[in-house]
């Protein structure tokens, strides 16, 4: 084993049952170009039952610098969590099993955050449909190499909510106790603007590092989890609320950059609105409603955002009456 000294880079692959993907990520994340004692692949099998762990053993079997932590099956979070309770490298980048990085790109990453002596470099994604690219995002040169304050990153850089689009400073996790909500549904909407905020270094480059696999299988999931979803939505809202009220200054561009994010949320947990999950009055009991529309820029978001404030009754009926 090659850990005598501290790794530039832990790359954390949780992994539940993803037989027909783990290969290719695991694959992509060993085309690199940096040697393989200056980072490792720690793979946290999530209680898989299929071929997906057999498939792991045999590339650490091969590859000294790949690992595999074993835990029963409790979600992304929680192994999350774990990859970053494992993690030797000054950095933890979290990559999923059915998606795959970029070759040749560890050089640049690891060499630009340390360097810089950032706590989070983050860089483009791409998601990858039937093979084909299906755009870059977010896709901001302008902003490109530019060191900011947590705090006004957000303001200036539009970054997707995924994890998987930045590197970390495992010290600054750490430090700041940022992890993962367990049992969370699209857990990383509130766990990046979090992190984003808090830290003293942060930087975006135009970099397309990262490809998103879309998977139909991913889709019906979602589908099938729409109360949940639901509920969780509301959850996020809550917790960045929260977060807001006790980190940033009511009035500042940060805090209306969080508030877009919170108003976003609470209307993804509309669309999945299921009167089975809570009524509307749980909405309406929420200390972020009515919806704060003067932070929005667009005019069809403000326009939404009012029509919400109106009528929930009416929202849910347009946008049901929108979807057909």
Same mark, same amino acid.
């Given at each position: 084993?090659?850990?005598?000294? #501290? @790794? ?15 290969? !290719? ?29 057999? +498939? ?16 029963? !099956? ?26 795959? +990085?970029?070759? !040749? ?53 539009? #970054? ?11 010290? /600054? ?11 969370? @549904?699209?857990?990383?909407?509130? /766990? ?26 991913? +889709? ?105």
């Amino acid at each position: 084993r090659i850990y005598q000294k #501290m @790794l530039k880079l832990s790359i954390v692959i949780p992994a539940y049952n993803v037989e027909k993907y783990i290969a !290719n990520c695991i694959e992509s994340c060993l085309r690199q170009d940096i040697p393989q004692n200056e980072y490792e692949l720690v793979v946290i099998n999530d209680g898989s039952s299929d071929g997906t762990m057999q +498939i792991a053993q045999t590339y650490a079997a091969k590859y000294g610098n790949l690992r595999i932590v074993e835990q029963e !099956n409790a979600g992304l979070s929680v192994a999350r969590n774990a990859g970053i309770a494992q993690a030797r490298g000054e950095y933890i980048w979290f990559v999923d099993s059915d998606d795959t +990085i970029k070759a !040749n790109v560890l050089g640049f990453l690891t060499k630009t955050a340390i360097d810089d002596h950032l706590d989070i470099l983050c860089f483009d994604i791409s998601p990858i449909a039937k093979g084909a690219s299906a755009g870059i995002f977010p896709g901001q040169p302008e902003q490109s190499g530019r060191i900011f304050s947590g705090t006004d990153f957000i303001t200036k850089v539009d #970054m997707p909510p995924s994890a998987c689009t930045a590197v970390f400073r495992t010290s /600054f996790l750490k430090t700041n106790a940022l992890k993962f909500t367990p049992g969370l @549904l699209h857990e990383d909407f509130e /766990f990046t603007p979090r992190a984003y905020c808090l830290a003293q270094r942060i930087s975006y480059v135009n970099v397309c590092a990262y490809y998103y696999l879309v998977r139909e299988e991913s +889709i019906m999931t979602a589908q099938s989890k729409r109360r949940q979803k639901a509920s969780d939505m509301l959850r996020i809202c809550d917790a960045l609320y929260n977060f807001a009220k006790q980190h940033l200054t009511e009035g500042s561009e940060a805090h209306k950059a969080m508030t877009r994010k919170i108003n976003f949320a609470f209307s993804q947990s509309l669309r999945n609105y299921s009167r089975d999950v809570f009524s509307l009055d749980e909405y309406r009991r929420k200390p972020y409603y009515p919806l704060d529309v003067s932070v929005e820029g667009e005019r069809k978001w403000r326009l939404k955002y009012r029509l919400a404030n109106l009528s929930l009754p009416l929202y849910l009926l347009i946008h049901k009456w929108v979807k057909r």
